[in-house]
């Protein structure tokens, strides 16, 4: 029973991570590889934000989100932007390289020792006939839950939403209907931002803060790509999947395993079905 | 009046005919022909100049040309993009390591063994390229490292090698390769080798397909190049350079652990291919010299200067982070890299006294 209950934390906690990465592939079509740098360092910020506002912890983190939200305003604005035009390449070692200079910064800023972000709710409850779930976990499920119900809705029935969903499809075709398709995939960008700081903070919450954060936020490539780059509903389920093949493989087996069965999905993914789950098949440029 | 006519002034830049191209740029003109003789005359010559250490660096650059060729190669001329090359070279450095210390195959063996095991992964990584293009496939490659790593871990592990696997420097015939003038002389035939095979292969029908291919596919299908075994032999020869240069690496650091090639090894090399100028065979050796020197340097400003506190404790991060901001540089100024600069001084003298602009590489 207790495995079960993993599974569905380790889901969630997999699923909001790869929300952010979704949400920027999806109306800049770029692949935001310095996503693990960004967890470590937004959760060393949280920390030391927390240690300068005093009081309760949803204070600290509102400013968080709202500066991660300006964060990735800054990003598309200064390296993304400027790329615009040149391979697809360039754009992913310019992400990769700004991914470096985040961990640099955290290193320098922070010290990268290892810290726990807490939440303030210390308290374990037993569900489910003997599994023990404490309250970080609680508040991860709800809040996967909870943005997975926003974004949904968001992307289904606000307007900036589908003015997101017309630039994702077709780029030339929305900036020609007037949409100002700049601004939009700024927006984007800080949504994603945001949501990765989101994850960045419930996974310091669950374990702790330190340079070993990458390791488990680099899975969200996997999760991501499981359920297809560009959808986001498909997270959901491929996050469940990766999770149940990473516990099945760390209880029978061993943790290195584990640690590389998402990466081994991925790639059975990548050359049975390359446009996920849910993915758009047209997504891909076949030759 | 008697006008002989006179064919119409050509750019010297503009390559008409194929035995144009097929010119290897070095030994072309006196000028050049002296001054390649020079400089090779001063590469023999280090050796006795300088130290061991400053040696012992020029051996690591070496390496990593040999590594950063065969990036760029499958990178910058046939516009693959790679992010499982650190997983590559251990690959092969560990094919080495297991060859040599359990089984005492000799180095002559070993190193052609290591290369066709780089092949067969190069092989597979390329599979996926039939299907993707991109990001996609930067995703199944950097996939791909991490279960190359993990299979390597799981072998060091239970092979009891907490630190790595110990390798005994190598004999060929009754040469013992120890010590770093020794291994310089042979680095520096093999990276010319390397560098001299890529671009008989560059100038060739192979990498004119495979140029076809980066530039537009879907022509280059229509003209007739095979895509789908371009694309997986752009993968294997690239990978079994890789695997080779990891091979040398092992044996020239007498040890091959995992925890070396971590993904931050692949973000080096292709730092070098970005910075060098991705497609030109001059860039990746400027790359591998500017990324490989980059740290040292570093430190002897650390020492010299006398920096003390956060810099000097948290030096890998300073290190890692320049690298980062220096790409970051280069892809906002200056995409071509330093071989487009190069080219570009090389190309005001050759001008001088005139200012008539050369005709430009066209940005990709």
Known sequence: MSFFVSIIILGCIYSLLAAGFVVIYKSSRVLNFSYTSLVVMLSYLTISVMKLIPGPPVLSIGVVLILSFFLGLLIYRFFIRPMAGQSVFSIIILTVSLGIVFDAVSVLVWRCETETVSLGWRAYYSVFGGAKVSGVEIIIVLTAVVFYACILLFYKYSKIGWQMRASAENVLLAAQRGINIYSITGLSWGIGIFATAIAAILLGASSSVSPQMGHIAIKAFAVALVGGLDSMAGCI??????????????????????????????????????WGLMGTEEEIERV | MNMTARPAPRSP????????????????????????????????????LFSNYIIHIANLIAIASISALALNMLSGNAGLLSLGHA???????????ILTVRFGIPIWIVIPLSAIVGAVLGFIAGLPSLRLKGMYLGLSTLALHYVIIYALSEYQFYGGFGFGIPIKDPHIGPLLLSGERTWYYVLCILVFLVALFIKNLLRSRVGRAWIAIHNRDIAAEIIGVNIGYYKILAFAVSTSITSFAGSIYAFYTNVATVDEYSFSMTISYLAMIIVGGLGSIVGSLMGAFLITALPFVMIYLVEFFEITGAIKDYFFAVQTGLFGVVIIFFLLAEPLGLAEIWRRIRVYFELWPFRYKPLSITKR
């Open chain 1, 237 to 274: 389920p491929a996050a469940f999947i990766v999770a149940l093949a990473e516990l099945a493989a760390n209880t029978y087996v061993n943790p290195r395993l584990a640690d590389a069965i998402p990466f081994i999905i991925m790639l059975v993914v990548l050359v049975v079905r390359p």
């Open chain 2, 87 to 97: 997983g590559f070279m251990a690959a092969g450095a560990f094919t080495t390591a």
């Open chain 2, 13 to 48: 830049y503009l390559k008409a005919s194929y035995t144009k191209d097929m010119v290897i740029e070095a030994f072309n003109t006196p000028f050049r022909k002296k001054w390649t003789f020079v400089g090779i005359c001063f590469l023999i010559s280090v050796p006795f």
